[in-house]
């Protein structure tokens, strides 16, 4: 849901020159006079009015809409509604509260399983529904007005929140797609150096640009759609498996790998470590042990993936000799570096350095993401206007803030607790070790995302619950933590709904749905066993466990 909502933002549409490259070359009509700047020096230049198809109307607010008796309709969607409202209704009236629990507990507990059901369902929109559930813990008394925002302050929310304005700096400056279009040079020649010119871009562009989807929708798919059309492989066409197929896939398979790779590369990864923190589960340093436990795993993936496909879904063109030709004749018409893209790099540079060594001198991740914020609008590389627009990051702030908030009451009251000895009773009747309970919850963890459109939706919905039943089974706490995230991740590839990139790869017109579908769960099991077993050897080395 919320990453869908990055990439449909005009947050990169506007300021990415792929667009401008390849939007249609040819020049639109002179729009009637009436429509041009009467009091301006400033040469004339055609805007998107100039494109509409139609004769623009002039509508008297008298006018009545009986001519257009089709409307979308307004509101909430009623059966969402009235089953999200059921859910929670009938666990607060009808379900006999635990004697361990107190009112206050189990009435927060039917607020947030009916908002939870929401996200799911979406009656309204994310932010909107959140805001309806923390509307109504003030009114009915369940949380006081302060308590019930005190998730607006968290630092790793501002984090998230940041991380967008950041990534929108890359789109708008070109530099994410200079550095991908050199790599396209150096490794186009042939298809699988293409794949994996593209793989190693996204995965060195990752730690700072914190958005799968805006790096897909942004960067990316951009680039791969005008190698695409340069070689005949057409979207929606029989051409299509011509090269399009294979290489919109092994990207799409590999960002899973490249988002868990780094803390920073995603927003979901920092929500995970801020849940986990309110559990109880502490990491440290939380960015170099992140990239540490998940390196080994996530590099054998990222290089193993594009070779995989290669062989399970083979494209037609084995060669792409036009592609470093015209990644050069890209980076030629783009010019050298400019100046906002040489910021851009330095504020990267610094920002990843405070990331790695902050704590170390008492700077927070936040007030790194802060700083380099700071750098890019005292600069002018963003405008604060490119804040205000960036709608996805203050949806984000809403709905997170919202869930974080009632998550971490939920710990409060007890609620965490009384459902982690439940389970913990359930798990010692089965007599697992903890071993075999860690595989059994990460496998249904990742199997239950075939219900979700969201990766952030789901850790809101169900990290807390499945960390809880990790720890009541005797799993170490910090591994449980990690491996749920990273998890978090790897099933963002699993459908054409499982994540926002899934959407932009799909929509591309390149790959059959059945295909999405039968590559998605092929791979799901790859990574799987890569994860289980390197990444198993790999943190026994580490002692994780």
């Not at 109504?136 to 005190?150: E, K, P, R, W």
């Amino acid at each position: 849901m919320t990453s869908a909502v990055v990439f449909s933002s005009s947050a990169f549409s506007p300021y990415s020159k792929t667009h401008l490259h390849l939007r249609s070359t040819t020049k639109p009509p002179p729009p009637p006079p009436l429509l041009r700047p009467p009091f301006t020096t400033t040469p004339y230049h055609p805007t998107l009015i100039t494109h509409l198809s139609k004769p623009i109307r002039l509508i008297s607010t008298s006018s009545s809409n009986t001519n257009n008796p089709i409307t979308k309709p307004q509101g909430a969607k009623l059966i969402p509604l009235a089953i999200s409202l059921a859910i929670g209704l009938t666990l607060r009236f009808i379900i006999p509260k635990p004697i361990e629990l107190t009112d206050q507990a189990w009435q927060l507990l039917s607020i947030f399983i009916s908002t939870i059901t929401g996200l799911i369902l979406s009656p309204l929109p994310v932010g909107a529904w959140a805001f309806l559930g923390l509307t109504t813990t003030i009114l009915t008394n369940t949380l006081s007005f302060t308590t019930a925002f005190s998730g607006f302050t968290n630092e790793v929310i501002w984090l998230i929140v940041i991380s967008f304005f950041f990534a929108r700096g890359f789109v708008k400056t070109g530099l994410g797609e200079r550095v991908a279009s050199w790599f396209v040079k150096w490794l186009g020649g042939s298809t699988l150096g293409l794949a994996y010119g593209l793989m190693v871009s996204e995965s060195l562009i990752a730690p700072a640009m914190p958005s799968t989807t805006a790096r897909a929708g942004g960067v990316f798919l951009p680039i791969i759609k005008s190698v695409l059309v340069s070689a005949g492989s057409l979207p929606n066409d029989p051409s299509a498996k011509r090269l399009g197929s294979y290489l919109v896939q092994s990207q799409f398979q590999c960002s899973g790998n490249s988002s868990a790779l780094f803390l920073t590369a995603a927003a979901q990864n920092l929500l995970c470590l801020q849940l986990a923190e309110g559990l109880g589960v502490v990491v440290a340093d939380p960015w170099v042990e992140w990239f540490i436990a998940a390196s080994l795993p996530a590099f054998v993936s990222l290089l193993l993936t594009p070779y995989i496909l290669y062989k399970l879904y083979p494209p037609e063109t084995k060669d792409t000799p036009d592609a470093p030709a015209m990644a050069a004749k890209k980076l030629e018409l783009m010019g050298p570096v400019t100046t906002n893209e040489w910021v851009m790099i330095g504020t990267m540079l610094l920002a990843v350095s405070l990331w790695v060594f902050g704590d170390a001198i008492g700077v927070s991740s936040v007030l790194t993401a802060m700083i380099a914020l700071s750098i890019l609008l005292l600069l002018g590389v963003l405008e604060w206007d490119d804040c205000l627009n960036e709608t996805s990051a203050w949806d984000t702030l809403a709905w997170f803030a919202v869930l974080v908030g009632m998550a971490s009451q939920l710990t409060e009251l007890g609620i965490v607790k009384w459902i982690s000895s439940y389970v913990e009773v359930i798990l010692q009747s089965l007599s697992l070790s903890w071993p075999v309970a860690f595989g059994v919850l990460q496998a249904v963890y990742f199997l239950i995302h075939y219900m979700f459109a969201s990766q952030t939706g789901h850790v809101g919905a169900l990290y807390p619950a499945f960390l809880a039943m990790h720890i009541a089974a005797g799993v170490p706490r910090v591994l449980a933590a990690l491996a749920l995230a990273y998890n978090t991740n790897l099933f963002g590839a699993l459908t054409h709904y499982s994540s926002g990139q899934a959407a932009v790869y799909f929509g591309a017109g390149y790959v059959d749905l059945p295909d999405i579908f039968r590559i998605g769960f092929t791979m799901a099991c790859v990574n799987a066993v890569i994860w289980a077993v390197v990444g198993g050897f790999w943190w026994k080395f580490l002692g994780l466990y």
